[in-house]
T-cell receptor, first 117, second 116 residues
Framework: AQKVTQAQTEISVVEKEDVTLDCVYE???????LFWYKQPPSGELVFLIR??????QNEISGRYSWNFQKSTSSFNFTITASQVVDSAVYFC??????????????FGSGTRLLVRP | NAGVTQTPKFRILKIGQSMTLQCTQD?????MYWYRQDPGMGLKLIYY???????DKGEVPNGYNVSRSTTEDFPLRLELAAPSQTSVYFC???????????????FGNGTRLTVT
């Protein structure tokens, strides 16, 4: 079965430090999608990025960047010059194809990031 | 667009009681999901649906039931509530394009349920 591993349970950094959140996945699908979500202390789940298995280009969005490497089954997320507002739990998720061509999303256990002033 | 709306926001149940968590979306998404998030943990899939009249089990379906009679609504039923069902429940919706591309999940704001 598909699996998403976020080995870092909690990370604490000082503001302006760079931080990388790791995501390693296992899948038997040849086509799949990976996602990152942010859950701030208020509790809602905010979509950050989607990547499909055909597109290994890294992506940068402001202070956020993502590194997708199929060879190592990893989809890591880096925050540059972290800010206190980045404090949240971050989830990595993987699509799992079903026999009827539908899919479901499997989430990792999350990484809690604390950015201290 | 309201997006995905969940009600109630909070609920306290006694052991053995039953209740229905409501979820509705106005984006005409065919996929809908129920996840639970235990304190300090990740999201576990309870049930999902790929369209009206079709539902399927996720990772942790025991103790729950769902139905999908319309595209918009996907209620989650708890029968005989147990303390182990204390959690935050998230409903989400999504769709797949004609080319098969999977779109991100849109989440509701969650229902915090306590069973005592």
């Amino acid at each position: 079965a598909q699996k998403v591993t976020q080995a870092q349970t909690e990370i604490s950094v000082v503001e302006k430090e760079d931080v990388t959140l790791d995501c390693v996945y296992e899948t038997r699908d040849t086509t799949y999608y990976l996602f990152w979500y942010k859950q701030p202390p208020s509790g809602e789940l905010v979509f950050l990025i989607r990547r499909n298995s055909f597109d290994e280009q890294n992506e940068i969005s402001g202070r956020y960047s993502w590194n997708f490497q199929k060879s190592t089954s990893s989809f890591n997320f880096t925050i540059t010059a972290s800010q206190v507002v980045d404090s949240a739990v971050y989830f990595c998720a993987l699509s799992e194809a079903q026999m009827d061509s539908s899919y479901k999303l499997i989430f990792g256990s999350g990484t809690r990031l604390l950015v201290r002033p | 667009n309201a997006g995905v709306t969940q009600t109630p926001k909070f609920r306290i149940l006694k052991i053995g009681q039953s209740m229905t968590l409501q979820c509705t979306q106005d984006m005409n998404h065919n996929y809908m999901y129920w996840y639970r998030q235990d304190p300090g943990m990740g999201l576990k899939l309870i049930y999902y649906s790929v369209g009206a009249g079709i539902t399927d089990k996720g990772e942790v379906p025991n103790g729950y039931n769902v139905s999908r009679s319309t595209t918009e609504d996907f209620p989650l039923r708890l029968e005989l509530a147990a303390p182990s069902q204390t959690s935050v429940y998230f409903c989400a919706s999504s769709y797949q394009t004609g080319m098969g591309h999977i779109q991100p999940l849109h989440f509701g704001n969650g229902t915090r349920l306590t069973v005592t």
